[in-house]
């Protein structure tokens, strides 16, 4: 339930991680997901916990880059850094490595070191013409530091390369490129909900003018001194004929 509601509704998924971790605090997975459910919604020391709780109970190092992921988050860029530099780097897998580089990158810039953060991404997976799940994302990182340099042309082209590999849109890529090219996108499904409003305003301000002219009409009536009083030649009313015999 937690890892199908993350993507969807994060604070969802984070409230369901409370009540499995009430139920069940032993259970690596458990942890493991209630760490990722924190992570979602930006509550960096409580997922940093919980992942460090999987990792004693499983010993894995799957967990490794998120963990130092959660040190940025947290403010603490030099201890993600530190943590990019450790043996348990050595035991991740190809996307495990290539995660963490990703991370320590994210380090150097919020160190102000942007040219180290360049070299941090320059790796053979970077330069690989092979499209790997990671590819699009170290690319357009590359670009994105590439840009924040200063570096536009050799940014628009990490930026291209990102969305060639970007099958599943896991990247805003295509914006960054038509943003670089002055390129604006109008949103027709908006532009017709307005034209609506403006017909639907039109109709009432012609409905309202309508009524307006018709009370018009009927105070015009009403004014002629007749049609209130029954006219000059009415005959006097009872409490007329009263009076008169009084005197």
């Known amino acids: 339930m937690v890892a199908n509601l993350i993507d969807e509704d994060p604070e969802q998924a984070y409230a369901y991680s409370r009540i499995a971790l009430r139920l069940a605090s032993r259970v690596a997975a458990v942890r493991e997901a209630a760490g990722f459910a924190a992570y979602a919604t930006q509550k960096y020391s409580e997922a940093l916990a919980e992942f460090r709780a999987a990792r004693r109970m499983t010993g894995t190092v799957e967990l490794w880059p998120v963990m130092a992921d959660c040190e940025r988050g947290l403010g603490r860029p030099e201890r993600a850094l530190a943590m990019a530099g450790e043996p348990e780097v050595q035991k991740l897998d190809k996307a495990g490595q290539v995660e963490m580089r990703l991370v320590a990158a994210g380090a150097r810039r919020d160190m102000g070191q942007l040219d180290a953060a360049i070299v941090t991404l320059q790796s053979p997976e970077l330069a690989s013409n092979s499209v790997q799940p990671w590819t699009a994302r170290l690319r357009y990182a590359y670009a994105d530091a590439l840009l924040a340099a200063g570096r ?96």
């Open 152 to 247: 536009e042309d050799e940014a628009r082209e990490w930026f291209a390369k990102a969305l060639e590999a970007d099958k599943d849109g896991a990247t805003d890529a295509s914006d960054r490129l038509a943003e670089m090219d002055g390129v604006e996108f109008v949103d027709a499904l908006h532009e017709d909900e307005e034209a609506e409003d403006a017909e639907v305003h039109e109709v009432h301000e012609g409905d309202q003018g309508a009524k307006a002219d018709a009370g018009d009409d009927d105070l015009s009536t009403g004014s002629d001194p007749e049609a209130v009083t029954g006219g000059a030649d009415a005959e006097p009313d009872a409490g007329s004929d009263r009076s008169g015999d009084q005197s």
